[in-house]
């Protein structure tokens, strides 16, 4: 049996579910279903479900293990919760089978169950039960993103696209997607529909100026000035692909666009470990390469986030230093 085929395929299923729950709350959303968190981030009941569901699988299969996850459950205490913690319930309960229901109070304490603190040693999950909150309010692009670190690296990523076509030249073939790679076992694309894995890889590409980059919807999320100066500089004349979510780490890792550019536009925002943990290691498994933006890899030991390092760039390896180059260069002026 390969290294961690059993967190892979845990992993697999786990994913699956939560990404299905997802789809179910996106067809009965309502608008005033929608909170608002302190960051101004919009968290959904879809958040707080494919967290439950998650937790569970992971709880089941491996209970020794602690898990770094986006949300926590206090909105969904108390009676000033009590509509919210019904929703998440009945949605939650509506996608697991009938031996794996849960009582309110379990669903609260596996939201929970992702309150590690992170860190250096031994193994724990990261997870974004969904990355790109925006975009899926928005029917856009949104993932459900999970990874096993361990002392540190990213040894195994799984993503959840349900909005991604499986082929991007049939943008309006197919739609829902998975995508897995451990280190050193190769990256790899599954239709929800299907357990049969195909292989992916970067688009072969030698020059630059060729290249596609993807960056995030939201400019607040990473600059739009910055990146069109490092697409000259690079002499890009393809228009970005604007996306939200890891959906961006999927794409260019299955070669429909090149270069993911993720650059600070503050000083005190810092990267969050479940936004980047699941594409470090499908960038790197897919022929890419990924690091801040001064050229640091990404250090997922130091806890919930990247405190240690600045924006993210990933590639080809084949151009990776001429994009590295290009981003200094801009960003230093
Ligand atoms: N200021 C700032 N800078 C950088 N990143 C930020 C910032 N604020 C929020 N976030 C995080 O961005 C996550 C969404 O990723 P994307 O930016 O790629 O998608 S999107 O275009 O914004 O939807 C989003 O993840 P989710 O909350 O899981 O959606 C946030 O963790
Ligand atoms: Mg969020
Ligand atoms: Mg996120
Ligand atoms: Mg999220």
């Known amino acids: 049996m390969s290294l961690y085929a059993k967190e892979r395929a845990v992993a697999i299923q786990a994913v699956l579910q939560a990404s299905k729950v997802c789809q179910s709350v996106f067809q009965h959303l309502v608008a005033n279903e929608t909170l608002t968190k302190n960051d101004k981030s919009p968290v959904t009941v879809a958040d707080f479900s494919a967290q439950a569901i998650v937790n569970t699988y992971l709880e089941k299969a491996f209970p020794q293990d602690p898990i770094v996850g986006e949300e926590d459950s206090k909105d969904l205490r108390g009676a000033e919760g009590k509509i919210l913690r019904e929703k998440?319930?009945?949605?939650?309960?509506?996608?697991?089978?009938?031996?794996?229901?849960?009582?309110?109070?379990?669903?609260?304490?596996?939201?929970?169950?992702?309150?590690?603190?992170?860190g250096a040693q031994g193994r724990h999950w990261a997870l974004d039960p969904i990355d790109g909150t925006k975009g899926f309010l928005r029917g856009g692009q949104y993932a459900v993103c999970l990874a096993l670190i361990v002392d540190g690296v990213v040894q195994l990523g799984v993503m959840g696209t349900p909005n991604l076509p499986i082929n991007a030249s049939q943008p309006d073939g197919e739609r829902g997607s998975l995508f897995v790679a451990v280190r050193g076992q190769g990256a790899f694309q599954r239709p929800f529909s299907q357990e049969q894995e195909t292989k992916i890889q970067f688009a072969d590409i030698n020059d630059t100026k060729n290249a596609t980059f993807c960056e995030s919807v939201e400019a607040g999320h990473s600059s739009h000035d910055d990146a069109s100066l490092i697409a000259k500089e690079l002499g890009i004349t393809r228009p970005s692909i604007r996306m939200d979510s890891q959906a961006k780490y999927c794409s260019i890792a299955r070669g429909d666009a090149d270069i993911y550019l993720r650059l600070p536009t503050s000083k005190t925002y810092v990267e969050k470990i479940w936004d980047h943990a699941s594409g470090n290691v499908l960038i790197t498994e897919a022929g890419g390469k990924v690091s801040d933006v001064n050229g640091q890899s990404l250090d997922f030991s130091v806890g919930r986030t990247l405190s240690k390092n600045s924006g993210v760039i990933a590639s080809n390896a084949t151009i990776f230093d001429s994009v590295l180059a290009a981003v200094q260069k801009v960003l230093k002026n």
Do not use: P
């Open 88 to 118: 998440v319930h009945s949605l939650t309960n509506g996608i697991l089978q009938d031996n794996e229901k849960l009582s309110e109070d379990q669903i609260l304490q596996a939201i929970d169950r992702g309150n590690y603190a992170g």
